[in-house]
């Protein structure tokens, strides 16, 4: 993209999204949406531009299908062991915290991680520590620590590191 294109139209993507959510949300292509369309659209992008953080690239793009298939797959099988659980008797429940050694390295692939751990139903992302050595995780149930902790560094935080490349 030419330097003139890019000062002028920095993220084409978002502005494509942004001038189609706003005729859908208004579900109208009158003139006058379609002006305000295209000067959210050329705007806000120009304006947040300078705001942007470099972030890392998908380095394994197979990778990272494999790995939303796996969370996917995660949630459906946590939802239907949680439900089993809560529906149980309560006193057996041992919720718990639990440190996470982080291997992974950037603001982006520890916020995945964090995000698909919460995503996951019994496992709750409570805390990143500031040196991002550590990741804080409440459990519903808690069996065995080690286990879990090898499960999350397994199943999720290989592949962020093979989808990244760090």
């Known amino acids: 993209m030419s330097a003139v294109r890019r000062r002028w139209l920095p993220m ?9 959510v706003w005729l859908l949300l ?7 949406h379609l002006l305000l369309a295209t000067f959210f659209a050329l705007v ?26 796996t969370v996917l797959y995660d949630i459906l099988v946590a939802n239907f062991e949680v439900a089993l659980r809560v529906l149980g008797p309560t006193r057996k429940l041992q919720p718990a915290f639990v440190a996470v050694p ?13 995000s698909t751990i919460s995503l996951t139903p019994g496992t709750v992302s409570a805390e990143v520590s500031e040196d991002r050595q550590w990741i804080y ?8 620590e080690r286990a ?9 935080e290989t592949p962020i590191k093979e989808i990244f490349g760090c």
């Open 137 to 144: 995780i409440h459990v519903l149930h808690l069996e065995d």
């Open 12 to 20: 084409p993507a978002q502005s494509l999204i942004l001038f189609l």
């Open 44 to 69: 806000i992008p120009w304006l947040v531009a300078p705001m942007q953080m470099e972030q890392p690239r998908v380095v394994k793009h197979w990778v990272a299908v494999r790995y939303t298939l």
């Open 26 to 32: 208004n579900n109208s292509v009158a003139p006058g």
């Open 102 to 114: 982080l291997d992974v390295e950037g603001a982006l692939p520890i916020t995945i991680l964090a």
């Open 148 to 156: 879990l902790i090898d499960q999350i560094k397994s199943r999720y």
